[in-house]
């Protein structure tokens, strides 16, 4: 196997792959929300005064709306230009 290929014999790389980054954020939100549920249920995390545990999920939920502000961005930008989903050129 050669080290190097001279462009001239390389193919051609394959089209990017569409992908639909919104539903792994949406999955991602949920659990924020479901552990915050939990930490907000459990007497214990709250009686401790740490604010840890309850920091964390809102940190994850907040992230996780930029995230899906991000996503959500970029698709209508990639819709704008003629793009499918992911940027990849139909």
Do not use: I, N
């Not at 639909?20 to 930490?39: K, S």
């Not at 809102?58 to 704008?80: D, F, I, P």
């Amino acid at each position: 196997m050669p080290l190097y290929l001279p462009p001239s014999k390389a193919k051609p790389p394959p089209p990017p792959l569409r992908t639909d980054e919104r539903r792994p954020v949406l999955v991602g939100l949920v659990v924020w929300a479901v552990l915050l549920g939990v930490a907000l249920a459990v007497p214990e995390v709250r009686a401790t005064g740490e604010g840890r545990w309850l920091g964390s999920c809102v940190a994850g939920l907040a992230l996780g709306l930029v995230g899906l502000a991000h996503v959500h961005r970029r698709e209508r930008r990639a819709a704008r230009r003629g793009d499918g989903p992911g940027g990849a050129r139909a």
